[in-house]
């Protein structure tokens, strides 16, 4: 079976809902153990019971990912029982703001979760990964690469999380730990719904007909859709891939514009 993960254990950071919820279930139906970190654990049960009805392994640790001491213990209570295989840094924070009307308490928040999250994990799992290899994942975002209107903190982080990537890859080449990233466009997430409903209740058909067309190809992307590239990226099949980002964008980066 191609892209086979069983017996693998698997880390995923915000996976109780959007895209980490994809992700972990996608993971669980090739065969890992799949482990969810989330600040709030009652979307992440959510997640366990769909993976276990499917007959699944997965499993809840409430963390903050921005504590360092938390991610720490959670870690380690995984990696005590198991080598760990797969990291997936998905939990992330959204903002709104450009640099003048971003405060240092939106600064603050962001770098928290989307930059210090990512570090903590990668800091605190790379030991269980040195003796037998591993795959580390980031979620940048097309954000990290071009310009996005409103979202000066948030395509810092991102971009944060792009270079982190690149450093562990290079870095860890002799302990055949690869690390990639990936960055979406605007995906069809709870989220974006969310966001529809409270911005724009009267209107919100026509809204989400717009941000539908700013992606080239003329819709929104799907959770399914990157956790199927996450499924490759983490599998056997692509161990000649590291220190490579991967844009799932509709064609937004290189075809927006023409």
Known sequence: MKFNL???IAIVT???S????AI???LAAQGAQVHILELKTDSAQQ???EIESAGGKAFVHACDVSSHEQVKRTIQDIGSKNLIDILINNAGIAHIGNAENTQPADMDKIYGVNIKGVYNCIHAVIPYMKEKGGVILNMAS???SVGIKDRFAYSMSKGAALSMMYSVAKDYLAHNIR???ISPARIHTPFVDGYLQNNFPDNREEKLVELSKTQPIGRMGKPQEVADLALYLCSDEASFITGTDFPIDGGFIRLNGD
């Not at 959007?18 to 919820?21: A, E, L, S, V, Y």
Request: hydrophobic share 25%; net charge positive; charged share 25%.
């Open 24 to 26: 972990s279930k996608t």
């Open 47 to 49: 997640t366990v019971q």
């Open 14 to 16: 915000g996976g109780g």
């Open 142 to 144: 097309i954000a990290a």
């Open 179 to 181: 690390c990639n990233s």
């Open 6 to 8: 069983k017996e693998k």
């Open 18 to 21: 959007g895209i980490g919820r």
